[in-house]
């Protein structure tokens, strides 16, 4: 399946999709990605029993119950914790990503599945609700290791003609985490009372399935051959992952990166902060992870349940809504994952952050109006699928993808710190505030995730460029001339090359002949 194609105007060979790439994106994601999706969703179905569990419990060791304020707040700690691990698996990925490399990290963090598996599946046994809102920590410090290591692993893997198709497998691998515990969730299969141990604990079996084949695939190539210096184990992965392809010029160019990175180590997070070469890199980072969680999906995720029921959706058919909702997500993450490479990455983060901005607005303007017109209920529901499938096509998976492509390997890993951290960080305040905001502005609430996804769109559109089908050191290239664009512009073709050249971050003479072309000829 796997055969090389020849570009006539750049000369460049790009690569088709084989066999191993999509395996291992497949067995990454289904292990990693798709349990963050899970663990989103898993706790909107059961909320009513883990409730109960919880008051019963503390009713039989003190002798009185929990009020309604102290129930609220054990639920949201419970809900919210899982983003406290996310934020601490994002703080320490660099370090295992760089000791273990990228499957190797995947591979050793599985152990955190099944520890907080067991813990959640015998909660209920032992009587302990400290069981239950510790393996939601633990299962975030998955979560935040792989929404990072993940994309980091695909995006080194793929050639760049593949990088954003492979890039967005695990945001549909997301999507259908979330699927499935809404299915899951039905009263029917694992929605009753004794089953919810169960339910929250069986993220193992897909942890367990990639734990037995991921290890037989090749780590990184870049990694290896950058980072390890092992240009024979480099080019053994590289065969498994381009089968029939020539890999001679993906060999030459990862060697002149890291040539070109000889002198410079991996850098930490503080150094990656205060360094003004990738400001740019490390703003569109900031803000699009920020906004990412800020636009409010993560509230339609955990609650989806109390916003159809304020909807006005009958109770017993809120379920089912909402795992409709599931197939959704899966169909706008496939369309996200087959027109990235033909559209690109700006238009996909662009539609889909107004789309939800846009139904962000109506779900406020339904539910002030459903008292007075009765079908502005389905135009909530309606606005609550096109926030999910806004988000599904674009914001869900592209600004991981982008975190691996604007920056070089020498500071990848702390761009990953940065990113994860700031996104968990929001995904936190959104699931620990948003119950409370709901209750003291209402409707109104959905307007402040409207403004974040308009302006981050804004940001999106007027800042970050296209990195479709540019290499690592192409768009590093793009970015270092947003300053420096105008100085350079009277300089002769072989004074652009050195420039690029002695530019400490900046581009690879081989890498930018396209655009120097360009320069020279106009």
């Known amino acids: 399946m796997a055969e090389e194609l020849l570009l006539p105007s750049s000369?460049?060979?790009?690569?088709?999709?084989?066999?191993?790439?999509?395996?291992?994106?497949?067995?990454?994601?289904?292990?990693?990605?798709?349990?963050?999706?899970?663990n989103l969703a898993v706790v909107n179905s059961p909320a009513v029993y883990i409730k109960d569990f919880y008051n019963k419990t503390v009713l039989s060791r003190n002798g009185t119950g929990l009020s309604g304020e102290t129930l609220t707040l054990m639920y949201s700690l419970?809900?919210?914790?899982?983003?406290?691990?996310?934020?601490?698996?994002?703080?320490?990925?660099?370090?295992?990503?760089?000791?273990?490399?990228?499957?190797?990290?995947?591979?050793?963090?599985?152990?955190?599945?099944?520890?907080?598996?067991?813990?959640?599946?015998?909660?209920?046994?032992?009587?302990?609700?400290?069981?239950?809102?510790?393996?939601?920590?633990?299962?975030?410090?998955?979560?935040?290791?792989?929404?990072?290591?993940?994309?980091?692993?695909?995006?080194?893997?793929?050639?760049?003609?593949?990088?954003?198709?492979?890039?967005?497998?695990?945001?549909?691998?997301?999507?259908?985490g979330v699927f499935t515990a809404q299915v899951l969730g039905l009263h029917e299969l694992l929605g009753k009372e004794e089953h919810w141990p169960l339910f929250l604990?069986?993220?193992?079996?897909?942890?367990?399935?990639?734990?037995?084949?991921?290890?037989?695939?090749?780590?990184?190539?870049?990694?290896?051959?950058?980072?390890?210096?092992?240009?024979?184990?480099t080019i053994t992965a590289l065969k498994w992952y381009r089968a029939k392809c020539n890999i001679q010029a993906e060999i030459e160019e990862m060697q002149e990166e890291q040539r070109?990175?000889?002198?410079?180590?991996?850098?930490?997070?503080?150094?990656l902060l205060a360094d003004d070469s990738v400001r740019w890199q490390v703003l569109s980072v900031v803000v699009i992870n920020i906004g990412m969680q800020l636009s409010g999906i993560d509230a339609i995720w955990f609650y989806?349940?109390?916003?159809?029921e304020n909807a006005g959706i009958p109770a017993p058919e809120i379920p089912y809504t909402t795992a409709g909702t599931g197939v959704i997500e899966i169909i706008a993450g496939l369309?996200?994952?087959?027109?990235?490479?033909?559209?690109?990455?700006?238009?996909?983060?662009?539609?889909?952050?107004?789309?939800?901005?846009?139904?962000?607005?109506?779900?406020?303007?339904?539910?002030?109006?459903?008292?007075?017109?009765?079908?502005?209920?389905?135009?909530?529901?309606g606005c609550v699928v096109g926030i999910i499938a806004g988000f599904c096509i674009g914001p869900a998976g592209v600004p991981f993808l982008i975190t691996a492509e604007l920056f070089k390997q020498s500071h990848r890993p702390a761009a990953y710190i940065v990113g994860g951290s700031l996104n968990w960080m929001s995904n936190f305040t959104v699931g620990f505030v948003f119950p409370f905001l709901q209750m003291s502005a209402g409707s109104y609430c959905y307007l402040v995730f409207a403004s974040?996804?308009?302006?981050?769109?804004?940001?999106?559109?007027?800042?970050?460029?296209?990195?479709?089908?540019?290499?690592?050191?192409?768009?590093?290239?793009?970015?270092?001339?947003?300053?420096?664009?105008?100085?350079?512009?009277g300089l002769t073709h072989l004074d652009q090359l050195r420039l690029k050249k002695m530019n400490g971050y900046g581009g690879l003479e081989h890498a930018s002949l396209e655009f120097d072309s360009s320069s020279s000829a106009a």
């Not at 920590?137 to 003609?161: C, D, Q, R």
């Open 11 to 38: 000369g460049k060979i790009t690569s088709q999709l084989t066999g191993s790439l999509l395996a291992v994106a497949f067995l990454s994601s289904f292990g990693s990605s798709m349990l963050y999706g899970y």
């Open 304 to 308: 989806t349940n109390d916003i159809f």
């Open 452 to 489: 974040i996804c308009i302006s981050v769109a804004v940001y999106v559109y007027v800042v970050i460029p296209e990195t479709k089908n540019k290499t690592f050191v192409e768009i590093s290239l793009m970015f270092s001339k947003k300053d420096a664009v105008l100085e350079t512009q």
């Open 78 to 176: 419970t809900v919210s914790v899982f983003a406290i691990g996310g934020l601490l698996g994002s703080v320490i990925v660099g370090m295992l990503v760089t000791r273990f490399g990228r499957k190797g990290t995947v591979v050793k963090t599985t152990v955190l599945v099944f520890v907080a598996g067991s813990l959640m599946g015998f909660s209920r046994l032992c009587g302990s609700p400290e069981m239950v809102i510790i393996g939601r920590f633990i299962t975030g410090i998955h979560s935040g290791i792989s929404l990072s290591v993940v994309p980091m692993y695909l995006g080194e893997i793929a050639p760049k003609n593949l990088r954003g198709f492979l890039g967005l497998v695990p945001s549909i691998f997301i999507g259908t």
């Open 335 to 381: 369309i996200g994952c087959f027109t990235i490479e033909k559209l690109g990455r700006r238009p996909l983060m662009i539609g889909g952050f107004t789309m939800m901005g846009v139904c962000s607005a109506g779900i406020t303007l339904a539910l002030l109006l459903q008292t007075h017109l009765s079908f502005m209920r389905y135009i909530s529901v």
């Open 260 to 271: 070109s990175l000889s002198s410079v180590e991996t850098v930490s997070m503080w150094k």
């Open 201 to 233: 604990s069986i993220i193992v079996v897909p942890t367990f399935i990639q734990l037995l084949l991921l290890p037989w695939f090749p780590e990184s190539p870049r990694y290896l051959l950058i980072e390890k210096h092992n240009i024979h184990a």
